[in-house]
């Protein structure tokens, strides 16, 4: 594919915004009346008009050049979602430097584990300063490594001198580092230009059909994950009304999320699918007064799509106008920026159901009816969005034919530059222009995309490979656990264990881990080795809400957790 090409089959940020940096397309959002508003869980609401935030910005700016950062610096920032997060953020872009936005801690108990994965990382980016939120500023102080200056938010919105003139980037300059959710093994960091960040934006504005006028898009998500920032980023530069809640106020009180997409009007949502089934159950445990006619878009992206949790919020919201074409799976991960593949949003979800045993590497995923035995219902993730390419294929390379189970591999003009600092990693997932995702997946007739799972997560047993998430889903929907569960291979043995974490008010946990087992057998056909509940938290999961299988298995097996009650075959 040549330059002209690659300019020709998607939307360029040039044409859709009128610039191809963030300080630009900043700067153009404020001459528009829009703006974003925080809202907390009670919606009550702080409003920061685009206009506000680029002034702010720019004197955010002239705080890190006081304290020594200059164009290129990495600047990390730990903070959840607030009108003094946004300001030094863009500031930090406003500045010429590069973001690095870092997790909060879940709890309290993971504060020194916090601190010292803060730490790895600020040295693996080498950071130039940390701005936290004003709260984090004295637990921070005297913990950082590497004599880095600590800024708080606060601080820095409280600027009143302006950066003296613009710092000058460019659409190829270094724009952004974002840690991966570490799945898998060690989160890197992805680094991205302007110009990927912004073409990415572009095409998402284009995919989600946006309009500047009328579109007011709500999201929770956590501004540290790509599919949160991402969202911030192309509503911001297309000079949209956004409606932004802090993550930690949705999880406290999931109707909330509901509740603001009624009140303001929201045409366009983004949510991994979990926040889908707290938000049917609250529906439907606790009606009120809802209008959810306005939405076009809920996205259902960053875990696995399940047919029953998207069912169930199509039929709870349907009471309140919900559209069901509103429900649009996507495919994306952070070395493409983002969106890879997208669900167009006049076009209804589509649920291919297959063979489970269909499902193997180099296997045909052939349709099988939705009641047939072992049959599962799978989203067809939609297209590729404008600009990428898709290819499935096999062990060797070589790509494979539709309905045939393969890696997927991306082509892309926001695919990244690489993991910094990181050559071998880079040569290992970007070959040829193509990234090698560890995702495997298939193409339906019509195009669509159909992710099966990680490849590096499959559990292999008697020469069958077997899906966790299959495992876990299963598992959750035994009464008594909770919806985050864990199946995993034992290292080096074909034995399969797999965890969950008990609900609250159930204390008859090996009653509970026996139904768990019996149920895997009915429903699956092979039993784990063993099964074992856990207590509420124990299952670590990424800033995104991923369940990580791999530390999971590692605090398991070394004593690191503790077990409630365990069954065996």
């Known amino acids: 594919m040549n330059g002209e090409e690659k300019t020709m089959d998607h939307p360029r940020p040039e044409d859709m915004f009128g610039a191809v940096t963030v300080p630009e397309v900043l700067e153009l959002a404020a001459t528009t009346p829009r703006g974003i508003t925080v809202v907390n869980r009670r919606l009550d609401q702080t409003p920061l008009p685009y206009a506000l935030l680029a002034a702010g910005a720019r004197r955010v700016a002239g705080g890190l050049a006081r304290a020594g950062v200059a164009k290129g610096d990495r600047v990390a920032i730990v903070s959840s979602t607030s009108p003094g997060f946004l300001l030094s953020l863009f500031g930090v872009w406003r500045a010429g430097a590069v973001p ?275 049959a599962r219902a799978l989203a067809v993730c939609g297209p590729p969005v404008p600009g990428v390419r898709i290819e499935i294929r096999d062990a060797d390379g070589k790509p494979l034919g539709e309905r045939r189970v393969g890696e997927i591999c991306v082509h892309s003009p926001a695919l990244m530059q690489g993991y910094w600092e990181d050559p071998e990693a880079t040569a290992a997932v970007l070959r040829d222009g193509w990234l090698h995702t560890g995702d495997l997946g298939y193409r339906t007739e019509d195009g669509g995309l159909v992710v099966c799972g990680r490849a590096k997560d499959m559990i292999i047993v008697s020469g069958r490979n077997l899906y966790p998430e299959d495992y876990e889903h299963v598992a959750a929907k035994v009464e008594g656990v909770r919806p985050v569960c864990a199946a995993f291979a034992v290292p080096d043995t074909e034995r399969m264990i797999v965890a969950f974490e008990s609900a609250k008010g159930f204390e008859k946990h090996e009653e509970i881990a026996a139904r768990v087992m019996q149920r895997l057998r009915e429903q699956l056909g092979h039993a784990p080795d063993r099964v074992v509940a856990l207590g509420k938290g124990a299952i670590p999961r990424t800033s995104s809400g991923k369940v990580q299988r791999g530390l999971c298995r590692e605090r398991l097996l070394t004593g690191r957790l503790e077990v409630l009650a365990e069954v065996t075959r």
Not at 251 to 273: H, K, Q
Not at 284 to 306: F, M, T
């Open 100 to 374: 690095v936005i870092l997790p909060l801690p879940h709890r309290l108990s993971d504060l020194p584990e916090f601190t010292a994965e803060i730490n790895r990382r600020l040295d693996h980016v080498d950071a130039r300063c940390v701005v936290v939120a004003d709260a984090f500023g004295d637990f921070v102080t005297g913990r950082i490594t590497g004599d880095r200056p600590v800024l708080t938010c606060g601080e820095l919105a409280a600027e009143r001198t302006e950066i003296s003139g613009p710092v000058q980037v460019g659409p190829e300059d270094l724009a952004y580092l974002q840690f991966t959710s570490g799945t898998t093994g060690l989160p890197r960091a992805v680094a991205l230009t302007h110009r990927q960040m912004l073409t990415n934006a572009a095409v998402c504005c284009e995919r989600l059909e946006l309009e500047r006028d009328r579109s007011v898009h709500v999201s929770w998500l956590p501004l540290y994950h790509d599919m949160g920032l991402i969202s911030v980023l192309s509503g911001m530069a297309y000079r949209i009304k956004m409606m932004l809640q802090p993550p930690e106020d949705f999880l406290a009180r999931p109707d909330s999320w509901v509740d603001a997409l009624s009140r303001f009007g929201a045409t366009s949502t983004v949510a991994p699918n979990f926040a889908y089934g707290l938000a049917a159950q609250g529906m439907r445990l606790r009606p009120r007064e809802l209008d959810l006619s306005a939405l076009k878009v809920c996205g259902d992206g960053a875990e696995p799509i399940r047919a029953a949790t998207l069912e169930q919020f199509v039929q709870a919201g349907a009471v309140y106008g919900l559209r069901p074409q509103a429900m649009t799976p996507m495919y994306g991960l952070a070395e493409a920026t983002l969106a890879v593949a997208m669900g167009e949003a006049t076009r209804p979800l589509v649920w291919d159901h297959v063979a489970r045993d269909g499902l193997q590497p180099g296997a045909l995923a052939a349709p099988v009816p939705a009641a047939a035995p072992g």
